[in-house]
């Protein structure tokens, strides 16, 4: 069984609920150091876990920075409205934007997200 990605976060229960609201998913796991938000009918999770000192990546990549080793893709049918619903639970719109139909965004513990319109 595929679980899905594990992110490292300095506070895992509150990125865990962050991405719960965002995706309107159930937490499903809370313990110290580690949180888990199942899509429903538990075909995928995405973890946190908690991580020591923890440096958030930079996006774009810049040399000698921590940069994104993965981030997460969601598709969304009005990106105007999904953008608008990430920055008011806590996400940060991205400076750089580098296509027309996608937001770059970070998430609270700085990881870069990506909201896709959906083109049909």
Known sequence: ????????????GALARFYAALLEWPLVHEEPGTA?????????????QQAQGY?????????????????LDFQVGDLEDAVGEALALGGVLA???????????FDPAGHPFCLCRDEG
Do not use: I, K, S, T
Request: aromatic letters at 10%; a neutral charge; glycine letters at 10%.
């Open 95 to 105: 400076e750089h934007q580098p296509q027309p139909n996608v937001r770059v965004l």
């Open 55 to 71: 440096r958030a990546p930079v996006w774009p990549p810049r040399a000698g920075e921590q940069r994104p080793m993965m981030h």
């Open 36 to 48: 888990v938000v199942g899509a429903p009918g538990g075909a995928c999770f995405l973890v946190f």
């Open 1 to 12: 069984m595929w679980w899905g990605p594990a992110l490292e976060a300095p506070d895992p």
